[in-house]
């Protein structure tokens, strides 16, 4: 596995797509949602498939061999 990618907030969340794309995993818009539909992306170890879930601190995110934990 990759090292993690620490993802500090500044406000009280993100959304999954806006995140993917923010540290690097996904390059569009389009992209992040295709990995959010097509079940690849873990928050919390369960499969995501809301494109716009508020990603809150705590959450651990899983796609690609890669994982985010979020912090504040």
């Known amino acids: 596995m990759n090292p993690t990618i620490t993802f500090k907030l500044s406000q009280e969340f993100i959304p999954?797509?806006?995140?993917?794309?923010?540290?690097?995993?996904?390059?569009?818009?389009?992209?992040?949602?295709?990995?959010?539909d097509s079940?690849?992306?873990l928050c919390n170890n369960f499969v995501e498939t809301r494109k716009r879930y508020k990603v809150k601190q705590g959450?651990?995110?899983?796609?690609?061999?890669?994982?985010?934990?979020?912090?504040?």
């Not at 797509?17 to 959010?36: D, F, H, M, R, W």
């Open 16 to 36: 999954l797509i806006q995140l993917l794309k923010y540290v690097g995993i996904a390059n569009t818009g389009s992209e992040a949602s295709y990995l959010v």
């Open 39 to 41: 079940g690849q992306v």
């Open 59 to 72: 959450d651990i995110i899983l796609v690609s061999n890669r994982k985010i934990e979020v912090v504040i």
